[in-house]
């Protein structure tokens, strides 16, 4: 299991949110034919599949809950905090407040309340941000993923509670996966029914994602199975995931998609060592959707050519996310590993 392609696989989809969302939030014709080839659904629903292998494994391979808990925060929160606090100073420069107004504005002590505490729908905006034409106002809507994350994280620990305690944990696999499955084929037809974008957002909290995730705790307790029949697992999840995009379905999706993941997760070594000069993955994730729209609302793709914005805008979250590796996420993850080494 330790020789794995998952930091090149984080990254690439990462890359691919990166692409999508920029193409989505600049709206230029010119980027839109290439909107189909960056699906940033399928990228987030693959990296909760990877996230429900990662995390059985270091559940399953930590001492205590509280160092559990204290490798999770360290991977997840300093950069998080960050990005938020970052966002809500830097982003004065474009409210259409004076700095005044602005930092003495109700909505700002909401945003930075909702989105350190990961409920993010509660306060998108920033005051006065974004107000620009063709620019919804929510600073960051890559965040809400995290949220989803958290709760994936502190519910590890009780579903492996049980996965220890019986034999046959397909079946407990089976139910959760059809659980969620049904959840958020439920809730998207009230969305598609009574048009109403409150079922919409349900279903895309915790338990419409979990299928994905146990698809991933699945391929964990089942590794060596799946190792045994890679191949043939691989055309059959190629076929399904394939049937169900066209139909339109997500049934057999979470763990088709999970199969093909995984098979590249575990070919293809000469890319185990991909992240050896630095994870910048969850960097460019969490930093990338502000830095796209503030080149949006200062007009660089209608002044300058979209093409080579785009580059610049990826070059630019490319190198924020190297920086936040190095300068802030590196240190609090060796700095976890040395208190526990002393424990």
Not at 125 to 136: N, S
Not at 148 to 171: A, D, G, M, W
Not at 270 to 299: E, M, Q, W
Request: glycine content about 6%; proline content about 3%; charged content about 10%.
């Amino acid at each position: 299991m330790k020789q794995n392609n998952f930091n090149f696989l984080r990254f690439y989809f990462a890359f691919i949110v990166v692409i999508g969302h920029l193409i989505e939030i600049s709206k230029i014709d010119a980027l839109q034919k290439f909107s189909p080839y960056f699906s940033t659904y399928i990228s987030v629903t693959a990296f909760f599949s990877i996230s429900g292998f990662l995390i059985t494994n270091s559940y399953l391979h930590t001492d205590t809950l509280k160092n559990y808990f204290a490798k999770r925060a360290a991977r997840l929160l300093p950069a998080y905090m960050l990005v938020v606090v970052v966002c809500a100073v830097l982003l004065s420069l474009l409210s259409s407040y004076s700095f005044a107004e602005y930092f003495l504005h109700p909505q700002l002590f909401k945003y930075l309340a909702a989105n350190l505490s990961f409920l993010n729908f509660i306060q998108p905006c920033l005051p006065g941000v974004f107000l620009g034409d063709g620019l919804t106002c929510d600073v960051n809507g890559a965040l809400w993923t995290l949220k989803v994350e958290v709760s994936f994280y502190l519910l590890i620990p009780i579903l492996l509670f049980f996965f220890q305690r019986i034999r046959r944990k397909y079946i407990l696999l089976i139910c959760i996966y059809f659980f969620s499955i049904l959840y958020r084929n439920s809730l998207g037809h009230l969305a598609d029914i009574s048009g109403s974008g409150i079922y919409a957002m349900l279903s895309h909290q915790l338990p419409g994602f979990l299928s994905y995730f146990v698809s991933g705790i699945a391929l964990y307790y089942y590794f060596q199975l799946f190792q045994r029949n890679k191949k043939l697992l691989f055309a059959i999840a190629i076929i399904g995931f394939v049937f169900e995009r066209i139909m339109g379905w997500e049934i057999l999706t979470p763990i088709s998609l999970s199969i093909i993941v995984f098979v590249i997760a575990f070919s293809f070594k000469r890319l185990n060592a991909f992240a050896k000069h630095g994870d910048i993955s969850y960097g460019i994730y969490i930093f990338h959707c502000p830095i796209i729209k503030v080149a949006t609302d200062l007009g660089f793709f209608e002044l300058y050519n979209p093409f080579l914005v785009a580059f610049g805008i990826i070059s630019v979250v490319l190198f924020v996310g190297f920086i936040s590796w190095h300068a802030v996420e590196k240190r609090f993850l060796v700095r976890t590993h040395s208190i526990r080494i002393q424990e």
